[in-house]
């Protein structure tokens, strides 16, 4: 099947840049997103990116794609305590389930240190 | 407010005795989904449903069924429950050539 693979852990001082990585195998991925879940907590939809786009921006967060070695990632600029969670990333494609079916990684913990 | 509802958010059970999580979307979603979350393997899909009375196997459904007799609600029944299916369980919600899904809050269940 498809696979999205993504590290486990991520540790980072606060006010540094993060940057979680994440790569799939789906060459047909038409939408790729990065979701965050904070402790005990469900998902939330933090962005995502057209597979046609090299890079989306919003705010503290950049997205970059690399189309040709199916690579994502996620940085954060800025890292607050805040950001302490573990972050998805997720792809879609046209032809599973009419684009309806989200393909998750493992999820990576990323722990901001004071 | 759009919201997906999922109930109840905690569930302790014993092995065999039968279960069901409810889920109910306000959008008016066609596609709706169960997702299953266990540490390390991210979320997998259980089931999912394109439409009323449509539903198809995710890529874990073994344990599980599900029904969409009205497009608002999509349980999700455990006939059997059993120690492996201890996770965490998201539903979600997505219209028609939306980019978007709508998760729940998540049900963890535990089974003894």
């Known amino acids: 099947g498809e696979d999205v693979e993504q590290s486990l852990f991520l540790s980072v001082r606060e006010g540094d840049s993060s940057v979680i990585n994440c790569t799939y195998t789906?060459?047909?991925?038409?939408?790729l997103y990065w979701y965050k879940q904070e402790p005990g907590a469900g998902l939330q939809l933090l962005t995502y990116?057209?597979?046609?786009?090299d890079m989306k921006q919003d705010q503290r967060l950049t997205v970059l794609l690399n189309k040709k070695d199916k690579h994502l990632s996620l940085r954060i600029a800025d890292t607050q305590t805040g950001d302490s969670a573990i972050y998805f990333c997720?792809?879609?494609?046209?032809?599973?389930?009419?684009?309806?079916?989200?393909?998750f990684g493992g999820g990576t913990r990323v722990l901001v240190k004071p | 407010e759009a919201q997906v509802t999922q109930n109840p958010r905690y569930l302790i059970t014993v092995t065999g005795k039968k279960l069901t999580v409810t889920c109910s979307q306000n959008?008016?979603?066609?596609?709706m989904s169960w997702y299953r979350q266990d540490p390390g393997l991210g979320l997998r899909q259980i089931y999912y449903?394109?439409?009323?009375?449509?539903?198809d196997k995710g890529d874990v459904p073994e344990g599980y069924k599900v029904s969409r007799k009205e497009k608002r609600n999509f349980p999700l029944i455990l006939e059997s429950p059993s120690p492996n299916q201890t996770s965490l369980y998201f539903c979600?919600?997505?219209?028609?050539?939306?980019?978007?899904?709508?998760f729940g809050a998540g049900t963890r269940l535990s089974v003894l």
């Open positions: 979600a919600s997505k219209g028609q050539g939306a980019n978007i899904q709508y």
């Open positions: 959008m008016n979603h066609e596609y």
């Open positions: 789906d060459s047909s991925s038409t939408y």
């Open positions: 990116i057209f597979s046609n786009m």
């Open positions: 997720a792809e879609s494609s046209s032809i599973k389930a009419a684009g309806n079916k989200l393909t």
């Open positions: 449903s394109m439409n009323v009375e449509v539903t």
